[in-house]
């Protein structure tokens, strides 16, 4: 088994980051145009705890290496993960765990992310991933998927928190904006009503 892990800082408020993160496989994300699909499966509150719990499918082209292709014969060209969040108001956390749906006989994948404040304007990205090959006694091989696995994190991570960036960059501009078009409405409404008078 080889682990990778991953924490970055962004320069936005929780809310803003919970917010975002279900923005984060749009349009606004040039660097996620993997994701073909991501579908909801279950949403349900927790009346208890206030925990949104969503389970969701998500769908990826993946460009395999010629020689992993070999060994896993051939390759669709796609994979899917499905991944459970849970959104904690209350303690300001949002937690994912994805899992590998698609060659989960050969490589198994587990992935926690968390989300939390550092302080009222940065929030904390941790990310860890399990990858365990399981293709028997044969370790070299063994360690070659899961070396490739591994750098395909790395990489992904570099283009993840890019991309992530821009959708938060792109959701404050439109929070904002919407803001200041609700203010004219009520500004706009408040004059009309001293006009009636």
Same mark, same amino acid.
């Given at each position: 088994?080889?682990?990778?892990?991953?924490?970055?800082?962004?320069?936005?408020?929780?809310?803003?980051?919970?917010?975002?993160?279900?923005?984060?496989?749009?349009?606004?994300?040039?660097?996620?145009?993997?994701?073909?699909?991501?579908?909801?499966?279950?949403?349900?509150?927790?009346?208890?705890?206030?925990?949104?719990?969503?389970?969701?499918?998500?769908?990826?082209?993946?460009?395999?290496?010629?020689?992993?292709?070999?060994?896993?014969?051939?390759? $669709?060209?796609? *994979? !899917?993960?499905?991944?459970? +969040?849970?959104?904690?108001?209350?303690?300001? &956390? %949002? $937690?994912?765990? *994805? !899992?590998?749906?698609?060659? +989960?006989?050969?490589?198994?994948?587990?992935? &926690? %992310?968390?989300?939390?404040?550092?302080?009222?304007?940065?929030?904390?990205?941790?990310?860890?991933?399990?990858?365990?090959?399981?293709?028997?006694?044969?370790?070299?091989?063994?360690?070659?998927?899961?070396?490739?696995?591994?750098?395909?994190?790395?990489?992904?991570?570099?283009?993840?928190?890019?991309?992530?960036?821009?959708?938060?960059?792109?959701?404050?501009?439109?929070?904002?904006?919407?803001?200041?078009?609700?203010?004219?409405?009520?500004?706009?409404?408040?004059?009309?009503?001293?006009?009636?008078?």
């Amino acid at each position: 088994m080889k682990v990778f892990s991953n924490t970055v800082t962004f320069n936005y408020s929780w809310e803003e980051v919970s917010t975002a993160n279900w923005r984060k496989y749009s349009p606004w994300n040039e660097k996620c145009n993997h994701v073909t699909a991501v579908d909801t499966i279950s949403r349900t509150v927790d009346p208890a705890t206030g925990i949104l719990k969503t389970e969701r499918l998500i769908t990826c082209k993946q460009s395999a290496p010629e020689w992993l292709k070999t060994i896993m014969g051939g390759c $669709t060209g796609e *994979s !899917q993960v499905f991944e459970t +969040s849970y959104v904690d108001p209350s303690n300001k &956390t %949002v $937690t994912m765990v *994805s !899992q590998n749906l698609t060659w +989960s006989n050969l490589i198994n994948v587990q992935e &926690t %992310v968390v989300y939390k404040p550092l302080n009222g304007h940065q929030t904390q990205f941790v990310q860890d991933a399990k990858i365990t090959a399981l293709c028997g006694g044969w370790q070299r091989i063994k360690n070659s998927i899961e070396d490739t696995l591994v750098t395909r994190f790395h990489d992904n991570a570099i283009k993840g928190k890019e991309g992530f960036e821009a959708v938060l960059e792109m959701s404050r501009r439109v929070f904002a904006e919407e803001r200041e078009r609700e203010k004219l409405r009520v500004m706009q409404a408040g004059g009309q009503l001293q006009m009636a008078q």
